[in-house]
């Protein structure tokens, strides 16, 4: 499909891979079908079993292979997952708040900027914030998530980063 001399432009491109489904597209050939098919299947791959796919990713020899497939990722798919990860960041965040807020307790705060996809997360206890920044790389899922600790209050260290690294590991 995008060899082929395709002309179509890239949001419709990023449409036709997330909703796809085999004979959507019964007016195309059956080439494009077939590309259709493997893009979709990428898609979900990277969406469903990130880990696997970055550890396979990782272990890679080849390097004009991987930088082949970083390309194309990063191009194509990883746009799509990070947003849908944003998402569901969204909608969890207003469950977490209200939660927060029905409880009496105005301890929670989460911001989340969609152009740098960060998300912060400020934790109010006993006047002092606990704040964390999880930043969601371009390269999501094939490189891991980065989260660092801004400020940690009446946590070791060693426990704090042992959660921050946990929690990169998710």
């Given at each position: 499909?995008l060899?082929?001399?395709?002309k179509?432009?890239?949001k419709?491109?990023?449409e036709?891979?997330?909703?796809?489904?085999?004979?959507?597209?019964?007016d195309?050939?059956?080439?494009?079908?077939?590309d259709?098919?493997?893009?979709?299947?990428?898609?979900?791959?990277?969406?469903?079993?990130?880990?696997?796919?970055?550890?396979?990713?990782?272990?890679?020899?080849d390097?004009?292979?991987?930088?082949?497939?970083?390309?194309?990722s990063?191009k194509?798919?990883?746009?799509?997952?990070?947003?849908?990860?944003?998402?569901?960041?969204?909608?969890?965040?207003?469950k977490?708040?209200?939660?927060?807020?029905?409880?009496?307790?105005n301890n929670?705060s989460?911001?989340?900027?969609?152009?740098?996809?960060?998300?912060?997360?400020?934790?109010l206890?006993?006047e002092?914030t606990m704040?964390?920044?999880?930043?969601?790389?371009?390269?999501?899922?094939?490189?891991?998530?980065?989260?660092d600790?801004?400020?940690?209050?009446g946590?070791k260290?060693?426990?704090?980063?042992?959660w921050l690294?946990?929690?990169?590991?998710i």
């Amino acid at each position: 499909i995008l060899k082929n001399g395709d002309k179509r432009d890239m949001k419709e491109m990023k449409e036709m891979i997330i909703s796809y489904h085999v004979g959507k597209i019964k007016d195309e050939n059956v080439l494009i079908e077939n590309d259709l098919i493997i893009l979709y299947d990428y898609y979900l791959l990277l969406k469903e079993l990130g880990s696997q796919v970055l550890h396979w990713f990782n272990n890679l020899k080849d390097r004009e292979l991987k930088n082949k497939i970083e390309s194309f990722s990063e191009k194509f798919i990883c746009d799509l997952i990070i947003d849908g990860e944003i998402s569901k960041v969204e909608k969890r965040k207003e469950k977490l708040i209200n939660d927060d807020k029905n409880n009496n307790k105005n301890n929670l705060s989460i911001r989340i900027n969609k152009v740098t996809h960060d998300i912060r997360v400020n934790f109010l206890i006993d006047e002092q914030t606990m704040e964390m920044i999880i930043r969601i790389p371009k390269m999501y899922p094939l490189k891991n998530i980065m989260v660092d600790g801004i400020s940690r209050i009446g946590v070791k260290e060693s426990m704090w980063k042992a959660w921050l690294l946990a929690s990169q590991r998710i």
